[in-house]
Structure formats: C-alpha cells, structure tokens
C-alpha cells in the first residue's frame, strides 16, 4: 500500500526557493520543531500507518509519515475539513512546502481521512508529550504553574428524541435491508418498507401541542413502537436468509453481503436499546437513568452532560479535563467517560504531573468546582506551593477564609481563569467544539489532534517572537 519513502526534491522545489516563497513566521518555526525531533515523533506515526499491512514495503507509494503528520496538524491549526485541506494544500505554494508536498501531485480528500484514521490515541499522546518536553528544553515552558478545568466537545448527532431514535432505526436498517436484496434479487425473503410510517408517526409526536401529549403521545408512540418491531423481525430475517446463501456467492459478493448482515446485526442490537428504553420510559412511565440511555446509534458512545450552563444546561459528548500551564501549552488532557464530578480529577491529576515532570508545580489552580478537603491536602502534602482552589459550601474556618483573601489566592484565581480563554480558542479556532468524526476511537483521537496543533502553534509563536525570552529557572 505505501512505501513511506522520503520525496527525493524536483527542480520545480528548488526553482520554488529560489523564488523566495517563504512561510509565515509561526508556521515556519512549527516547520523547524518538526524537523528537529522528526526522527522521534514520525517513528510513532509511520509504525501506525503500517499497523495492520501484511507487506508495508509492497505496493504503490503513498504519503509519507512526515506529510501526514504536517497535513492533519495544518488541518487543526486551520479548523479546516480534509477536503478543503487537500484543495488549500493544491493551491498553496508554502502550504505545499509546509506539509512536504512540493511540486508533486496532492491526494485526494479521502487518502487523508484514512491516513489519519489509522492513528492512535495513544500515539497522538506520545507526540504531545515530545512537543511538551521540547518546550521545557528550549526554556519556553517550565510546567511549574498549571490551571486546570473542564469542557465539552459535542459529537456530530442530533438532539436525541424516543421518536427521532425509533425513526433513525427504523430508515437505517430498512435501507441496509434494501441494499441486501440489490445484491441478491432472487432471496427468497421479502422486505416490506415501513419507513413512510414510521416517519409520519415520527412527525405527528413531534408536532402535539402540550395538551395533546397528555391524551395522545402514549398511543402515537405504541403505533411507532410496533412499527419498529416489525421492521427488527423483517430485516433480521432478511440478513437470516443471505447469510444462508453467502457460502455459494462469488467472493466479492459475499463480501458485500456479510458486511451489510453485520452492519443490521449492529444497527439491530441498538435498535433494541431504544425500543426497551421507550417502551419503560413513554409506555410504562418509568424513569431511565441517562446512563443507561442510548442518544444515537450512529455514535452510541455519546453521553448526556449537564454542567448548569444557563445557555446550554444539556450537551451531549464528551466532557474533557485539560491542564493548562502559563505559556498556554496542554501539559494534560483527558476524555472522560459520562459525566464525573470536577473534584475527581485533582488526584489522578496530580499522580500524572509528578510522574511525568518529577516534581509538583509551584501553583494549581481551580474553580470551585475542583475543591475537597482531600483534594487540597493531597496537594499540600505533594509539595504544590499554592494550591488555589477556592471553597464550596459549608461555613469557611477563619483560617481558610483568610487564606482565600489573601492576595497571593486572588492572583492565582486571575491566573486561573486564563484557561477559560483558552478553550474558547480551541472550540472556537481549533474545531473542539464539536468533533465530526465517527466512533468513540476517532473522538479522542480528533482531541489528541486539537491539543497538538494548540500546543505546536503555541510553541512556534513563542520562537517566533522577536522579543522572546526564556522563562526564569
């Protein structure tokens, strides 16, 4: 499939230098820290892009670990799509130079979707973790001031209604369905297309007034319920009866087919999911906890979120903690499953910290939200100078108190809420703010992606300054 060979350099490259197209100054020192730890950080990407290969050295060439690496960073740093990527890489003559394209042709959108599928989570980690350590080199960074806090990042579903999850399975497994029968037009099995019933009782519950619910939204969802059943035994007995016949189709055929019997097999079991969660929730009255609940089948790992946003008290995702220090680097993030409690994460925090830096910072900060009794001495006794975490409930000792009027106290909630600007720029510039990408495996790597390009972008401006200077030891 790829070779991974290093480009060997055209005279369109070196006829492109001598007509001094040059880089804008960030991008060009994120050009130069990629070269410098080029050997470290594309060991990890190139083994990910052969996982998997049964002869990586056989087969057509493809893009290069170096190209794919400066490709889905540059996508980040921009919030662009793979598709815009590919055409603003084309058009770009230092975009070109950037991502070590040059003068040869550009692959399509879809060869940098797969390449950056092929990435782990893990290793997206090791390379925040180099460009962390590279930064404490240069002196930018000294990880001895950190703010902590926590957000969300949506994924790329649809607010979640019974009927909406009823209709999506509905559509989903009878145009999988279909697609089956396209492939085996003799099946004896026969398909009866309920889509146009289910979207209407779909619709019409969607449409009742407050007072029709009380009489009417009980007896509109039976009838969609029982439409979704039927179409569960119909197409389970379709995927049944070409699953029979695969062993005497053509290879290819069969291939095809075994996939879409998998694909209703999925698709089937989260349908059952939701039926039993409608039918407890609607029919029966019961209460569902939103941990139990299904909020897609296209990304059944999305959890309910509620952080008492009056805007938004309801998202739905991933809720990520994110440690931040003063130069604006992520020195630590994490995406956590459901939707845990802020003071959970100080300990385990911490743990990594010492583990990774050798030392405790000389400052944590963070909301009120983080705040324990155990949590403040585990910081005290970790050796952490400040910690700033302020109080919340319960009647304040005068000791503590005081200490939260001190002045050192009130510079370090200043310093702390420094992050809450920083994840503005990642929803906001760097695309956190919803990922759009499929499967839970995807998401964290997509947050891995976002932190690296904040944290090569936040390192490349610092060397790029004129008047920068090295943090004090």
Excluded at 396 to 417: C, H, I, L, N, V
Aim: proline share 4%; with cysteine.
């Amino acid at each position: 499939m790829r070779r991974l060979k290093h480009r060997q350099r055209s005279f369109a490259d070196l006829e492109l230098e001598q007509q001094g197209v040059r880089l804008e100054p960030a991008l060009a020192a994120i050009s130069t820290l990629l070269d410098r730890q080029s050997r470290k950080l594309l060991k990890a990407v190139a083994q990910d892009l052969r996982r998997g290969l049964k002869q990586a050295s056989q087969g057509r060439d493809g893009m290069s670990a170096e190209q794919v690496l400066r490709a889905l960073v540059l996508k980040q740093i921009k919030n662009w799509s793979f598709r815009e990527l590919r055409e603003r890489i084309a058009d770009g003559l230092t975009l070109r130079e950037f991502t070590r394209f040059g003068a040869a042709p550009v692959p399509q959108h879809k060869a940098f979707h797969r390449a950056s599928a092929r990435l782990t989570p893990a290793t997206v980690q090791a390379l925040n973790a180099a460009v962390v350590e590279l930064a404490i080199a240069l002196g930018v960074e000294d990880a001895r001031r950190v703010r902590m806090d926590t957000t969300v990042s949506e994924t790329d579903i649809h607010f979640p209604t019974d009927s909406g999850l009823l209709w999506d399975s509905v559509r989903v497994l009878t145009r999988t369905a279909t697609r089956i029968l396209d492939e085996l037009p003799e099946l004896p099995a026969r398909l009866f297309n309920r889509t146009r019933a289910a979207r209407r009782r779909m619709q019409e519950i969607h449409r009742l007034t407050r007072r029709e619910r009380q009489s009417l939204q009980v007896p509109k969802y039976r009838e969609l319920l029982t439409i979704t059943t039927q179409v569960l035994t119909n197409v389970r007995a379709v995927a049944k009866a070409a699953r029979a016949v695969v062993p005497r189709l053509p290879f290819e055929v069969a291939l095809r087919v075994e996939g879409l019997c998998e694909e209703i097999g999925h698709y089937a079991g989260l349908a059952d999911r939701v039926v039993a969660q409608t039918r407890r929730r609607v029919v029966e009255g019961a209460q569902v906890a939103a941990t139990e609940k299904l909020y897609s089948i296209f990304e059944p790992h999305t959890a309910l979120i509620m952080r008492g946003k009056a805007n938004k008290p309801v998202e739905f995702g991933h809720k990520l903690f994110l440690a931040e220090s003063r130069r604006g680097l992520i020195l630590d993030y994490q995406v956590l499953a459901g939707n845990p409690t802020d003071e959970g994460h100080v300990k385990p925090w911490l743990q990594r910290h010492l583990k990774r830096f050798g030392a405790a910072p000389d400052l944590a900060a963070g909301d009120r939200g983080f705040y324990s009794p155990a949590n403040v001495d585990d910081l005290r006794a970790a050796g952490v100078g400040l910690e700033c975490l302020p109080q919340r409930g319960g009647t304040k000792t005068p000791e503590r108190a005081a200490y939260e009027k001190s002045r050192r106290f009130k510079q370090g909630q200043k310093f702390r809420a420094g992050i809450e600007g920083r994840i503005s720029v990642l929803a906001r510039g760097r695309g956190m703010r919803r990922c759009r990408l499929k499967g839970n495996h995807r998401f964290e790597l997509f947050i891995g992606l976002v932190v690296l390009a904040n944290n090569l972008l936040v390192l490349g401006r610092h060397l790029a300054r004129k008047q920068w200077r090295p943090l004090a030891a």
